[in-house]
């Protein structure tokens, strides 16, 4: 099986005056489908452009990225439009959610705007299939206001699944949120990876990056280690700490 990623000596040059500033250089990867990754490195390594070069929000300026057999650098701004929408569910730090539309219509965004939308009721059982999946399913008629941080999170990783994309890119997902509620979320990201799902997370915590089986380390936009979590940390079995008797 083809990788669902793959890069090929992808670089990112910004110019700023007569300045040029190489943020990601001659990058060769490749991941495969049912992989969780964590991309880690210092400010200034890289790893945010590289998520935005990896989330079809920016182009490359030199190399290949193919993204489930699709080249990106191939496409125009409507195609893009379509990737990112199709194969890529995104997770942000800050939830990203619209203040006065409920849990259920938050999460139905994505396919209102599809370049082939399904119908309303197809809309609506996916949208609560993907909060059940979430373990929401009590709470789709509730407002952001409404939830708690780690709620809000949940809403948006079901918004970002509810298309089944190829790949979830998270961009420090756990960053506003207290240390048992980050762990409830990397619970949430294991149980869906263990099904299958192909996750990329961008963090700076080597605590947060313990839960995946992958990290990727950047520095002056380069990889400088790429390795196998060996012991990788269970998230139920962190929270069972939180949760047990004092």
């Known amino acids: 099986m083809p990788p669902v990623l793959q890069l090929d000596a992808l670089s990112k040059t910004y110019t700023s005056g007569d300045v040029e500033v190489h943020a990601v250089k001659h990058v060769t990867l490749s991941i495969n489908k049912g992989e969780f990754v964590a991309i880690m490195g210092p400010s200034g390594s890289g790893k945010s452009s590289m998520m935005n070069l990896l989330g079809c929000l920016d182009r490359p300026t030199g190399g290949k990225y193919l993204l489930d057999g699709i080249n990106v650098a191939e496409l125009n701004r409507n195609e893009l439009a379509d990737i990112r929408n199709e194969k890529i569910g995104f997770v942000f730090q800050g939830f990203n959610l619209l203040s006065r539309t409920s849990a259920q219509e938050n999460i139905e965004l994505p396919m ?7 119908s309303a009721k197809e809309q609506h059982q996916l949208a609560k299939a993907a909060l059940d999946l979430v373990g929401l399913s009590q709470r789709g008629d509730h407002t952001p206001n409404q ?19 190829a790949i979830l890119l998270a961009d420090e997902p756990t960053g506003n949120l207290d240390s048992r ?7 949430l990201f294991q149980q869906l990876n263990d099904q299958g799902i192909t996750i990329i997370m961008v963090t700076h915590e080597p605590d ?4 995946c089986k992958r990290n990727i380390v950047m520095r002056d936009g380069v990889i400088v280690e790429d390795i196998q979590v060996q012991n990788r940390q269970l998230a139920t079995k962190q929270l069972e700490i939180f ?4």
């Open 112 to 118: 209102m705007y599809a370049r082939h939308p399904k």
């Open 147 to 165: 939830l708690s941080g780690g709620q809000q999170q949940r809403v948006a990783i079901a918004r970002a699944l509810v298309n089944q994309p």
């Open 243 to 246: 949760t047990a008797p004092q």
């Open 181 to 187: 509620t980050s762990i409830e979320i990397m619970a």
């Open 208 to 211: 947060i990056a313990e839960y």
